[in-house]
């Protein structure tokens, strides 16, 4: 059987692309665009670009990994604005691993060779995954992502698939599809490495973020004007600021769809929650969870 989002690629044009992709961008930043203190923020980049100084080659790379529905759109966004303005080459990843001449990536599902990455700065944020479960079945029988639209060998595509089943059935291809794609990385994942700064989700979304916010750029070798540059993106990529939204709302069709912990014991029936225990128990406890 084939896994999903591991059928034959979807050619999509370009102006299609557009179509989607301009819509999306304008609702998840809406916020943002009618803030005059991002134009501000703007303006503070591209003055720090002109003035910035060479990039010393002994820089180790800098890496923020993260995992499907957790904050990889928000760190995408602010890692590559910081990118532009300090002078930092910036890269994307999936799977696949960073340019050589890379030198802050942001690593969408944590999925890097590190003895190969070698020497690196780096940032792990998780979250429940209970909750990245619940997250992802949302998103995904909506998402334009191409993986989703990927046909398996009987030309049906995951999405079709989420979408026809019952939310009982939906939920439990939604864990086989986690199992498959992050239980390896997350028992595998060194949590005891001093080069990595372990973060959570529930910390981002709390009380005392600002201060996390520092901790973590500080971590990756951030100091001074450089060190507020990074924290002020943070906090004005906020879900609350970027999108208008507030946190813990509910919002249909949308990445940033609730930024509230624990939506999963609303969710969830037991027999879902038995299944992660027997499969993904050892993951929770290893993160806390």
Not at 181 to 207: A, C, H, K, Q
């Amino acid at each position: 059987m084939t896994a999903a989002g591991f059928g034959p690629q979807v050619r999509r044009s370009r102006i299609g692309q557009l179509r989607r992709e301009v819509p999306n961008f304008l609702k998840k930043n809406k916020g943002l665009l009618v803030n005059p203190e991002f134009w501000s923020l703007l303006g503070r980049l591209s003055s720090t670009r002109v003035r910035g100084a060479d990039i010393p080659k002994d820089i180790p790379i800098l890496f923020v990994a993260t995992h499907h529905k957790v904050m990889t759109t928000y760190f995408t966004a602010v890692l590559r604005l910081l990118g532009y303005g300090l002078n930092l080459p910036y890269q994307k990843v999936h799977i696949e691993h960073p340019d050589p001449q890379s030198r802050l990536v942001m690593s969408m599902h944590g999925k890097l060779d590190l003895p190969r990455l070698a020497p690196y700065r780096g940032v792990h944020v998780m979250r429940d995954p209970r909750d990245m479960i619940v997250s992802g079945y949302h998103y995904h029988k909506w998402t334009h992502e191409a993986w989703v639209h990927r046909p398996d060998e009987n030309g049906c595509t995951y999405q079709v698939k989420l979408n026809a089943a019952s939310t009982y059935d939906g939920l439990f291809m939604e864990i086989d599809h986690f199992i498959f794609f992050y239980r390896d990385t997350l028992l595998n994942w060194d949590t005891g490495d001093p080069d990595i700064f372990e973060v959570s989700f529930e910390d981002l979304m709390g009380e005392s973020r600002v201060g996390t916010y520092r901790d973590i750029f500080s971590h990756l070798g951030f100091d001074g004007h450089d060190l507020e540059l990074a924290a002020d993106l943070m906090r004005l990529f906020e879900a609350k600021s970027r999108s208008g939204k507030k946190a813990g709302k509910i919002a249909r069709k949308s990445h940033l769809r609730s930024g509230k912990s624990g939506q999963w014991r609303n969710e969830l029936e037991p027999d879902h929650i038995a299944y992660i225990e027997r499969e993904l128990g050892p993951v929770l406890r290893k993160f806390g969870y």
